[in-house]
């Protein structure tokens, strides 16, 4: 019963793999595009729209890596 969003910024592998696993329902998942490189007022717009979907975020997972 676990509701998930998945973002990347090609969702189109994204959807493939998350979707082949026959355990995940297409109703509890939504995937967003998310591109860390994206403006302040972007990603906030993503995340609000991330929110507004499930009405909460109760864990975030990133594996960004900054290669600086």
């Known amino acids: 019963g676990d509701l998930v969003i998945a973002t990347a910024r090609d969702t189109s592998r ?5 979707f082949s696993d026959p355990d995940v329902k297409r109703d509890h998942a939504h995937i967003l595009a998310l ?9 906030a717009e993503t995340a609000n729209e991330a929110i507004a979907r ?3 975020v109760d864990v975030l997972v ?7």
Do not use: P, Q
């Open 14 to 18: 994204l959807d493939k793999a998350l």
């Open 54 to 56: 499930w009405e909460r």
């Open 35 to 43: 591109d860390i490189s994206w403006s302040f007022e972007k990603i």
């Open 62 to 68: 990133s594996n960004t890596i900054d290669w600086c």
